[in-house]
Every structure is written in structure tokens, then in C-alpha cells.
């Protein structure tokens, strides 16, 4: 067997790699699936014969299954003449520069969720790539296989070479790169069947798209396991931090106000003093843009209201730092304190929300400002418990 266009034939070129054809049956003949080329991860083709007609068709897909169903599909058609006058008139897909177009303003989010999602699409499909040149069947099990792919190899290279810390580059690479396409995903979300709206607005969605959409991604959605500090390391930072106030005053605000009002690394770089306002005798942050693009409206815990007293202006922003070189060295520091979690600063958040929980989980929830309790409770609640609380509160 060789490669020519799915053809048997004797002598010419060499044949091909047995993963690039399959064998398959239907209606008691015999068919033949090939990739053309050296493209392991492209389309699978199928060649017929028919009342002395041939098809060579390509079956939009790279998952040998699913080409087979489209096959047969196909087979059936081509034996019924339903097929003819259609043959060879493939209509091109669209292309990702279409969708780009219109998703913004039938996505019903915030325009910043928008951007990131967008963003996100960007990196998987490569940033240097051209999204009028990208047309949409090249969105494939292949293309996210490739790009979780490279994020282990890069990740890898920037690690130390022990075993250890080799495999924790790779959990995190899947971790990241398995967050990414799933907000690349976000651009044909099914649930306000955007699918359809682009294909009203004359863009051919291709079935690769489908594809793209449920192929399965490696990698966990979040660490295998967090390593929660003891009690013993979370009094010594509430009484250490005392010390940042003369050496980096960034730093003990931003501890304060990660741990006071759970907010995460960028809402802390974008806030302002006048976003902290009084309501009933209990303070809180009212201001800023969250990571759901909504308003940040989060009471203020006591303990860190009166740590940051001293240093509230009337309308300014809290941090004097335009970059983010304060959490590097807030995260420093939490490590020099025996804090050893991946993202430290963020554990802040996680650590409050926990305390939160134990009094009232409905509470945690709305102070984390989740959409769900069931986020809460599988990702955010680390501290067990049954454990004393720290008095933070």
C-alpha cells in the first residue's frame, strides 16, 4: 500500500506510517481513511468510487472515530445521488478575524472578560498568527495538543533540571495552558449558542470547531495539593507584617488589604483610597472592577481596617507603585515566613476566606465573591475545619 491519494497501487513511493490510514468497513465493503502529506494532525480523508466517478473528500476532522461517522455518512449520500451536485464545491470556512468581529457584543460580559478571552485565543493559536488568515478548521484536537505542548517544553527549559521541580513545571504548564483554552473556549460558548449567531451572520463554522470545543484537556484544574501553612506560621506573619510598615509600606498595605477584603494581586495595584466607604458602621471596598468585570463590593474585616487607618488619604491610589515589583516582594517575604504555596499572595485570599467559611459558608462565598458555594468549598477551602481559627477577624 502507498501514498497516492489513498490509492492501492504497486511500486512508488514508500508507504505511509500505519497511523495515517485506516481501514474500516461499511455495508460490506471495504474504505480506506489517509492523511495526506507528513500533517499528523490534519484532516482525515476518505476516497470512493462511484458509477465511474471518484471523491477524494476530506472529513474535517483528526479523530479517526469521528472521521468514520462522517465517512459513512458521506458514503451513503454519495450511493443515494444525493452527493453529485455538490461534489468538490467545499465552502471555505470562516475565519478567526470574523469571529473576533462580532463576539465582543454577543458575548453579554464585561468588555475587560471580553478582552481576556479574546487574549486568550491569541495565544492559542500563536501571537504572531494572523487571525485573517486563520480560518476556523484549522481549530483542532491537534492545535490544543501543540499548544499544551509547548508550554510544557518552555516551562521545563526555565526549571532547574531535578526531577522534582521538572514534574511540578510540568503540572503547572497544564495547568496554565488547560485555563487558557478554556477561555479561548469562551468565543463559541454554547450555552448563548454562539455557534449559531455566527453562523446567522454568514460565518461557516466547520465541524473542527466541535472538536476544539470538547477534546479533552490534560492536566488538573487546579494543584494536586496545597500547602497550606500551620497555624504556628500564620501568627508569626500576622506579627511580623508589623514590621513592612517602615520598610515597605506597598507591601503591608497590600497584605492588609489581600487579607481584609480578599482582593486579588490586580485589584490591589488598581485601587484607590476613595473605594473604601463607610456603610452602617462597617467599612468597605466599593470601586474597582473585579475579575468577573463587575464592581468590587466586599466588606472590609476590622483588623486590617485599623491596620491601614494611619495611612488613608482622601482620593489617591493606595499603592505609590505603578508596576507589580511590590507583590514580588511581598511574596518574598511571605516564603522568608515559612509560607510555601505556589501563589502566595492569593493564598491571603484563600486563608480568609477559610475563617469566613467555618462561621458561615454563604458568607465566604459572597466575600470571595464567587459565583458558586461549590467554588468555594473545592478550591478555596484549605484549612480544615476542624482546626482552632487564627483571630483575624
Known amino acids: 500500500m502507498n501514498r497516492h491519494h489513498g490509492l492501492h497501487q504497486t511500486g512508488g ?25 507528513l500533517n499528523r494532525d490534519g484532516a482525515w480523508y476518505v476516497h470512493l468510487q462511484s458509477a465511474n466517478r471518484r471523491w477524494k473528500k476530506s472529513l474535517d476532522t483528526a479523530v479517526c472515530d469521528v472521521a468514520i461517522t462522517r465517512a459513512k455518512r458521506f458514503i451513503e449520500r454519495v450511493r443515494a445521488g444525493k452527493w453529485t451536485d455538490t461534489v468538490g464545491q467545499r465552502i471555505r470556512a470562516g475565519t478567526l478575524a470574523q469571529v473576533l468581529e462580532h463576539y465582543p457584543r454577543l458575548a453579554l460580559i464585561a468588555e475587560r472578560s471580553a478582552q481576556n478571552n479574546v487574549l486568550a485565543m491569541r495565544q492559542v493559536i500563536g501571537p504572531d498568527t494572523d487571525p485573517k488568515r486563520f480560518t476556523l478548521d484549522q481549530l483542532t484536537v491537534g492545535l490544543v495538543q501543540r499548544f499544551q505542548a509547548d508550554a510544557v517544553r518552555r516551562y521545563a527549559a526555565e526549571t532547574e533540571k531535578t526531577e522534582e521541580a521538572q514534574r511540578e513545571a510540568r503540572e503547572r504548564a497544564l495547568r496554565s495552558s488547560r485555563s487558557t483554552v478554556c477561555q479561548a473556549r469562551s468565543l463559541f460558548n454554547r450555552r448563548l449558542d454562539l455557534p449559531r449567531q455566527y453562523a446567522a451572520l454568514d460565518i461557516v463554522i466547520p465541524p473542527s470547531v466541535q472538536e476544539f470545543m470538547s477534546c479533552r ?9 496545597y500547602l497550606a501553612p ?27 488589604f489581600a487579607v481584609g477584603a480578599g482582593l486579588r494581586r490586580k485589584e490591589i495595584q488598581a485601587l484607590r483610597w476613595e473605594h473604601m466607604v463607610e456603610r452602617d458602621g462597617v467599612t468597605w471596598i466599593s470601586g474597582g472592577i473585579g475579575k468577573d468585570g463587575q464592581r468590587i463590593e466586599v466588606p472590609m474585616q476590622s483588623r486590617a481596617v485599623e491596620a491601614v487607618a494611619p495611612h488613608r488619604r482622601p482620593a489617591s491610589r493606595v499603592l505609590s507603585e505603578t508596576g507589580l515589583e511590590w507583590s514580588k516582594r511581598l511574596n518574598w517575604w511571605m516564603r522568608t515566613q515559612g509560607w510555601t504555596t505556589e501563589k502566595k499572595l492569593h493564598e491571603l485570599r484563600a486563608y480568609i476566606g477559610s475563617m469566613i467559611y467555618r462561621v458561615n459558608p454563604l458568607a465566604a462565598m459572597r466575600f ?24 483575624v477577624l
Not at 505511509?16 to 461499511?26: D, G, K, L, R
Not at 477551602?381 to 482552632?388: D, H, I, L
Request: glycine share 8%; charged share 25%; no cysteine.
Open 368 to 391: 470571595m465573591r464567587h459565583k458558586s458555594i461549590r467554588i468555594t468549598e473545592q478550591f478555596y477551602v484549605r484549612y480544615g475545619t476542624g482546626q482552632a481559627p487564627v483571630d
Open 230 to 256: 500551620p497555624d504556628s506560621v500564620v501568627h508569626t506573619a500576622f506579627v511580623e507584617v508589623e514590621k513592612l510598615r517602615t520598610t515597605d509600606l506597598n507591601g503591608f498595605l497590600a497584605f492588609w
Open 13 to 37: 513511493p514508500a508507504p505511509e506510517p500505519a497511523e495515517w490510514v485506516h481501514h474500516f468497513s461499511h455495508a460490506g465493503r471495504s474504505y480506506r481513511l489517509f492523511k495526506i502529506g
Open 217 to 225: 484537556l490534560q492536566g488538573r484544574a487546579t494543584k494536586r495539593e
